[in-house]
């Protein structure tokens, strides 16, 4: 979840992100920080942890990820999502008008890390020109 207020309200100095199972804690800000930057965010499509709908934890409400890629495709400009598989992970990777990048990649399973997804981000990030 950190790393989503990162992009969001200090994107400058950073070559991109690569949130992990993880979305805003609330509902997204109205607006983020300029420049935009990339984001290839990876999920479990079974994540009872931060579920992909977010969850009540007592008197609030984690942020759904669809709110989150919502607010940052209108926010930088990206097109349409094409369909990529890499492994394990389903993806929809839109660009914008300036190269960067906003993917969203599901894996089957719930709330774990595994190095080959993080791997696959950096390549992401790698062949958008970022790194």
């Known amino acids: 979840m950190m790393v989503w207020n990162l992009a969001c309200s ?3 100095g950073f070559a991109g992100f690569i949130p992990m199972s993880g979305t805003f804690w609330l509902e997204p ?3 983020c920080a300029q420049p935009v930057s990339s984001i290839v965010h990876i999920h479990g499509d079974a994540d009872n942890t931060v579920p992909l709908d977010g969850r009540a934890i007592n008197e609030t409400r984690q942020g759904k990820v669809s709110d989150a890629l919502a607010l940052y495709t209108d926010f930088g400009g990206f097109g349409p999502a094409q369909p990529v598989s890499a492994g ?3 993806c929809e ?3 914008n008008a300036s190269g960067e990048i906003l993917d969203f990649c ?3 399973g719930g709330h774990s890390f595994r190095t080959e997804h ?3 981000g950096i ?3 790698k062949e958008a020109g970022q790194l």
């Open 10 to 12: 200090h994107p400058q």
């Open 29 to 31: 800000p109205e607006t």
């Open 88 to 90: 394990d992970l389903t």
């Open 93 to 95: 990777d839109k660009t």
């Open 106 to 108: 599901l894996f089957p």
């Open 118 to 120: 993080l791997l696959y």
């Open 123 to 125: 390549e992401q990030l």
